[in-house]
């Protein structure tokens, strides 16, 4: 429980932090008033104010905040250094900054993987780098580690010959599997499930990897290119939500995610920073959306701004931000009944 909040925190701080940095650098670069400036939320713990900005720590360390002058029209201290008084342009760079960092981030991190690790690809050995949890085989006692020695009696050499074992397998079939973990040999039986999303048998088991060490020219190359990669696979899956409705119970909520953080975090700090830099992408995707509320929103109503020669009116503007407050509650409150049918009731 103690690694889960501690994992969760980390992975959200991080997010959030990098995300309000980049709002916060671009107004600073484009003579915004920045009038505070925090790593958390809730009541402040420290502060200390450098020029015009108050830098703070506050008690609940979930990602920040910060306090740009002039967000609001009808209450601008700043004059014209508040937001709603600089160019479209200079608001639009502000409002995109922060989807921005979250696309800079997974290239960071990735490059820090791929320089310190390599590169990884599947062994071909028939050793199991993870066990999937509530699958048959963790049920059955199976551990990293572990190499399988044979199926149903059949003799496997590689992960190929094991998982071509499998294919000839029906789901429920209970099947003997004989392993060796460290200098003793065991058996133990496990009875494969039918997954509805990768069309195949599945016991629970992963296989182990191997790294391929890279140079830092080629390690930062590789990182964006795998950035590039994610971003199209997570816009691929979005688009998926509408063409096939029943994708939808795939979508996690924060629940999901603080305990999929958890689990993450059980395998070490790499696969912990892996999996932030993927959450990073899926959160600069979200925001981006033109949804009110969100970045995208705000950039939407900027570009309208441009191509009128004004502001939106009030009214429409607070109109359509209640509509995208409604909506993203609505997908908040349906990723949250998956997270409970997923903890409690599979």
């Not at 609940?60 to 479209?88: H, Q, S, W, Y």
């Not at 039918?194 to 629970?204: H, S, Y």
């Not at 992408?281 to 981006?288: M, Q």
Request: aromatic share 8%.
């Amino acid at each position: 429980m103690i690694l889960t909040i501690a994992a969760a925190i980390f992975v959200f701080g991080l997010l959030v932090l990098v995300h309000e940095f980049g709002h916060f650098i671009t107004a600073k670069m484009t003579g915004m008033r920045v009038d505070e400036f925090a790593i958390g939320f809730g009541p402040k713990i420290i502060g200390k104010k450098h020029g015009e900005t108050l830098y703070s720590l506050r008690a609940i360390p979930l990602g920040g905040f910060n306090d740009i002058a002039g967000m609001d029209p009808e209450n601008n201290t700043a004059g014209d250094r508040g937001f709603c008084e600089k160019p479209v342009l200079s608001r639009m760079i502000v409002i995109l900054a922060g989807a921005t960092m979250n696309f800079i981030l997974p290239i960071i991190l990735f490059f820090v993987i791929f320089a310190t690790l390599g590169v990884g690809k599947p062994s071909p050995e028939p050793v199991i780098g993870g066990i999937i949890q509530g699958m048959s085989a963790e049920q059955a006692g199976l551990k990293e580690g572990d190499r399988i020695l044979s199926v149903d009696g059949q003799r496997v050499t590689t992960w190929t010959e094991f998982t071509d074992q499998l294919k000839n397998i029906s789901a429920g079939q209970n099947i003997q599997l004989k392993y060796q973990r460290g200098s003793e040999i065991s058996e133990v039986t496990v009875s494969p499930s039918f997954n509805k999303e990768e069309n195949r048998i599945l016991v629970g088991v992963q296989s182990s990897v191997i790294y391929e060490s890279k140079t830092l020219p080629e390690s930062f190359t590789l990182a964006i290119d795998h950035t590039k990669e994610i971003t199209v696979a997570m816009l691929e899956g979005i688009a998926r939500l509408f063409k096939e409705p029943e994708q939808t119970e795939n979508l996690a909520g924060p629940i999901g995610i603080v305990q999929m953080s958890g689990q993450v975090a059980e395998r070490g700090f790499i696969p912990l920073l892996n999996f932030a830099a993927l959450l990073s992408i899926n959160l600069g995707i979200v925001n981006l959306l033109p949804v009110p509320v969100l970045d995208g929103g705000h950039f939407v109503n900027l570009f309208i701004e441009a191509v009128r020669g004004k502001p939106l009116g009030a009214k429409a503007v607070a109109y359509t931000q209640r509509v995208g407050i409604a909506l993203l509650l609505m997908l908040m409150l349906f990723a949250t009944k998956n997270d409970l049918v997923r903890v409690f009731l599979k």
